[in-house]
């Protein structure tokens, strides 16, 4: 096969950079290892990571164009109650995670939606259930990648003259030989006051297995997993607890606090505050990512909330699942964890009323769209990162370094995004790491590999440390990273020339900056705009 633009994952990435580059008139194959496209937001599972301004400023149009779409797939399929369909800035689920907390179906449809013209134009293919296995390379050019149906293991070929690796973690980078980094570097190699002396480059943030629970009538305990002795005696040496309960480090202080969790309670939807700035909302499990808030919609409609699972205990700590030959051990271990957690829950954990265990909760693999009752795929926080052009560091965007001046502004910027430096619990053996960041710009240079000349990073992929990934990991940051290396690849075709003739070239990075900006992309902060 032969198309424009080949974009290898369709994540929140690769989706955006599929659609960017459609928008510009080119076609484009875009390849899905997952049965939903979308990745962290519906085959993970995981409602959308936000700052504070997000309805405000902060995103792109086309980020924004989503999220209002999944707002009015609600309004226009789900019997809402009046005040929740009168609330402009609709939350679905009333989570405190988000502004937007809402069940992963209705995005994967909206987002099926989105590219359906383009589908039915013929300059859209997708290609689904496959994952790269192999790759043309000349020299510094990406020829062609070679697929492999998960189904058939039938194998296809994609030639294209810009390829654009959106995996979930960067696996077009081995496959290409583009040089990459992974784990920890070294406060040596960066300069960042919260690396390591040494490098640690097996040292990466935990994976996780996330999923959906209600709460009826009835008894709904899954069977004992095998490995559930394990977790249940569990317990890294910095939890100040055991892993299954309800106890363990806040992030942000690393004190050892006491969750709450209360299935259903009976509070108004329209009075929860998203707002981590304000709440982180980490107090109570249950509304924290909740996704179905029932009093948001008819009575009875719903039989309960439905919650999502990413909580502290399911965070996998036990081993990388990159570059490492065990992989697929450690990504069975991490469902096994996820099953423990569970199980614990139903069986033996401490309730409000003195008693243990909730046999009502029920697991909703429907609602995850998988027959295990997880999520279709493993949520992925960190993966391989280009050596590029231009490395983020902590040092460009840490409130503690930069205090009143803000983030570095880049000459080259092509987007904006703002979240903490939060980085989970590593298979190093590292807590919580959360550092105050300030609003941040999104540099060009980090999506450009020093060799390859026609690679495009799109995801967790890019010029960042294990530090600043975990501000740039986020799903508006992925999506913004997307859309701009969908829209260069489409540019340097148009104007016959390469990304970093782009970037380097005075004239034509105005330019470039001057289409992004055309279509909807913020490429600086407002003024008196603050980090938390």
Excluded at 179 to 195: I, L, M, N, R, W
Excluded at 306 to 326: A, F, K, Q, S
């Amino acid at each position: 096969m032969r198309t424009d633009v080949l974009v290898v994952g369709g994540g929140m990435g690769g989706v955006a950079a599929a659609l960017a580059a459609l928008r510009a008139g080119r076609s484009v194959i875009l390849t899905e290892e997952f049965p939903w496209l979308g990745g962290q937001l519906t085959s993970q599972a995981v409602p959308p990571d936000e700052h504070s301004w997000v309805e405000e400023f902060g995103i792109t149009a086309s980020y924004r164009r989503l999220r209002e779409s999944i707002r009015d797939f609600y309004r226009a399929h789900y019997p809402l109650t009046d005040a929740a369909r009168a609330q402009p800035d609709l939350n679905p689920g009333a989570g405190y995670v988000s502004r937007l907390c809402h069940e992963p179906r209705v995005a994967a449809a909206v987002i099926e939606t989105m590219l359906l013209p383009y589908r039915s134009s013929g300059r859209l293919t997708v290609l689904q259930p496959v994952r790269p296995v192999g790759a043309d390379v000349d020299g510094d050019v990406v020829r062609a990648v070679t697929v492999e149906n998960l189904h058939d293991h039938a194998t296809t070929t994609i030639e294209a003259p810009y390829v654009v690796d959106a995996t979930e973690t960067g696996e077009l980078l081995p496959l290409t030989g583009t040089e990459y980094v992974t784990g920890f570097e070294s406060q040596a190699d960066t300069g960042e006051p919260s690396a390591p002396q040494h490098a640690q480059p097996m040292n990466m943030q935990a994976v996780s297995f996330c999923f959906a629970i209600d709460h009826v009538d009835g008894d709904h305990t899954i069977d004992r997993p095998a490995s559930y002795d394990f977790w249940r005696a569990y317990q890294p040496p910095y939890w100040g607890a055991p892993f299954l309960s309800w106890t363990g480090p806040d992030p942000r202080t690393l004190d050892t606090v006491q969750r709450a969790f209360t299935p259903n309670p009976d509070d108004d939807p329209q009075a929860v505050l998203a707002d981590q700035r304000v709440n982180p909302g980490g107090d109570d499990l249950w509304t924290f990512r909740r996704i179905a808030a029932r009093r948001n919609f008819a009575d009875g409609f719903y039989a309960s909330d439905i919650t999502l699972v990413n909580w502290p205990m399911i965070d996998y700590l036990e081993g990388p699942v990159i570059d490492v030959p065990d992989a697929d051990d450690h990504l069975a271990h991490a469902r096994e964890l996820s099953y423990s957690v569970l199980y614990w829950m139903q069986t033996e954990a401490p309730r409000p009323d003195g008693g243990t265990g909730f046999p009502g909760l029920r697991l909703r693999g429907d609602v995850t769209g998988d027959p295990s009752g997880l999520a279709q795929a493993p949520y992925i926080r960190e993966a391989r990162r280009i050596r590029a052009e231009y490395t983020v560091v902590e040092q460009d965007l840490a409130s503690a370094v930069r205090g009143d001046k803000g983030a570095v502004s880049y000459h080259d910027s092509v987007g904006v995004g703002m979240y903490r430096i939060d980085l989970h619990p590593s298979t190093g053996g590292d807590n919580y790491i959360d550092v105050a960041a300030e609003p941040f710009e999104i540099p060009l240079g980090a999506l450009l590999p020093r060799r390859m000349r026609n690679l495009l990073p799109a995801g967790k992929n890019i010029g960042t440390t294990h530090i600043t990934n975990g501000c740039y990991r986020l799903h508006p940051v992925e999506w913004n990273i997307g859309e701009v290396a969908g829209r260069l690849a489409a540019y340097c075709l148009e104007h016959r020339t390469a990304p970093t003739a782009v970037r380097n070239d005075p004239r034509s990075l105005a330019d470039f900056q001057s289409v992004l900006t055309a279509e909807g992309i913020e490429l600086r902060w407002p003024e008196g705009v603050s980090g938390y």
